[in-house]
């Protein structure tokens, strides 16, 4: 089954990078979809980025333009990077990865969290101003 471990949260001033990591194993599928999502106390889960096996990308409008989603197949890992952060990027981040021929693509995979069935125990975000 697929298995996700995220990695890289950290605590940052406002305008600062970070580059967060996730990596993937078990597929069974050559088709997939990774996305990152984020969640503070009291919010809803928010999707942020996404990418699938067919070189799909999408990101949230909110980090469109700073955030840049990619994948490193060699080392089965996505990375997040995000530059210049802002307070509101503060969150729990977390990875999902979905598979099958039948299975999301990166165009809904934002509004679809619930769709994911492999996720990973999150890496905390923060950044201060």
């Known amino acids: 089954r697929v298995q996700v471990v995220e990695s890289g949260g950290d605590s940052v001033q406002a305008g600062g990078s970070l580059r967060l990591s996730c990596v993937v194993s078990?597929?069974?599928?050559?088709?997939?979809?990774v996305a990152w999502f984020r969640q503070v106390p009291g919010k809803e889960r928010e999707g942020v980025a996404a990418l699938d096996s067919g070189g799909g990308i999408n990101y949230a409008d909110s980090v469109q333009g700073r955030f840049t989603i990619s994948e490193d197949n060699s080392k089965n890992t996505v990375y997040l990077q995000m530059n210049s952060l802002k307070p509101e990027d503060s969150g729990m981040y977390y990875c999902a990865a979905d598979e099958g021929p039948w299975g999301l693509i990166a165009s809904r995979a934002l509004g679809a969290s619930a769709d994911f069935a492999a996720w990973g125990q999150g890496t905390q975000v923060t950044v201060s101003s």
């Open positions: 078990g597929y069974t599928y050559a088709s997939y979809c």
